[in-house]
Nanobody, 123 residues
Framework: RVQLVESGGGSVQAGGSLRLSCTAS????????MGWFRQAPGKEREEVSC????????YYVNSVKGRFTISRNSAKNTLSLQMNSLKPEDTAMYYC????????????????WGQGTQVTVSS
């Protein structure tokens, strides 16, 4: 069965960095568009960053452009999100998602989802 396992979350001060990782199993990684989403308490889930099946296309929500970098490693079946210059407003549960598609950039609710990893940024 497909499993997505996130890691790398934690608590940091504003201006700090974290690197999130998502290890995928049970799927052919190169067939899947991948993405990072986040949800803060009382807020709707938000697309943070996505990457196409072949890594050629990426998406970033405006609030993280220039600070976050998404990448994928087919040899290790991993998706990463390097987060620099973190702000308190980045505090949320971060989820990894995958959807089999060669035209979709960001996975939808119909894709596979991990359990999430908490990121807390203090001021």
């Amino acid at each position: 069965r497909v499993q997505l396992v996130e890691s790398g979350g934690g608590s940091v001060q504003a201006g700090g960095s974290l690197r999130l990782s998502c290890t995928a199993s049970g799927l052919t990684f190169d067939d899947y568009a991948m993405g990072w989403f986040r949800q803060a308490p009382g807020k709707e889930r938000e697309e943070v960053s996505c990457i196409s099946w072949n890594g050629d296309s990426t998406y970033y929500v405006n609030s993280v452009k220039g600070r976050f970098t998404i990448s994928r490693n087919s040899a290790k079946n991993t998706l990463s999100l390097q987060m620099n210059s973190l702000k308190p407003e980045d505090t949320a549960m971060y989820y990894c998602a995958a959807q089999k598609s060669r035209w979709r950039l960001c996975p939808s609710d119909q894709g596979y989802w991990g359990q999430g990893t908490q990121v807390t940024v203090s001021s």
